[in-house]
């Protein structure tokens, strides 16, 4: 997006929240790969989802700081949880620490470990998914959430588009892994998908 653009439309969509732009801030600041914190617009999107779907239960796959967490709970209701999962132990502090400054992380539940192993342990039917872990993996989270997505639930797959390379001919495992994910959702006759070129891209998929 032209960064001109960009800064139109943040500047006509709702303000980016204090708490958030100190995490965001911080984020840029003290970790490497910053770029994937979401941002501004699609945490305001993120938000709107949660908004509109209203779910009970969201499991989030790929944690990283706590932005997009913070950004699913902030759109729900009181009484409802988010479980997050975040392989990297070296963030949990990092998280937890925004996590507890913000006016909705009593909502968020953080598991540091591999989602194949925290998964069953948590157990539970799913009303929206969000998926944003390691991009060799979309396909098997894909199928291992499937079964505990109720009908009539979501699932949000990031990176779908992946920096452009998925019509370049990149040929890495990352690029392969999201590659067969798109292709494999596309022809899954037990959803409704809808690919939105946003940031990095960005999948809605929803459970007939």
Known sequence: MQPTLEEYILGHIDPE??????LNRDTHVTCLYANMCSGHLQGRLLKMLTRMIK???VLELGTFTGYS????????????????????????EFILSHIDESPCGGRIHL???????????????????????NKRRYTEYYEAVMPHVRQGG???????????KVTDGSHDAQTAG????NDHVASDPRVEKVMIPLRDGLTIIYKK
Do not use: Q
Request: proline share 4%; glycine share 8%.
């Open 178 to 181: 999201i590659l067969e994910f």
């Open 17 to 22: 929240p204090d708490h958030l732009k100190k």
């Open 154 to 164: 979501f699932i949000i797959a990031d990176n779908t588009l992946w920096y452009g």
């Open 111 to 133: 598991h540091i470990g591999d989602a194949s192993e925290i998964l069953p342990a948590i157990g539970g039917e799913w009303d929206l998914v969000f998926i944003d872990a």
């Open 55 to 57: 779910p009970k239960r």
């Open 69 to 92: 967490a913070l950004c699913l709970a902030e759109g729900m209701e009181e009484g409802t949880e988010i479980h997050t999962i975040e392989i990297n132990d070296e963030l949990e």
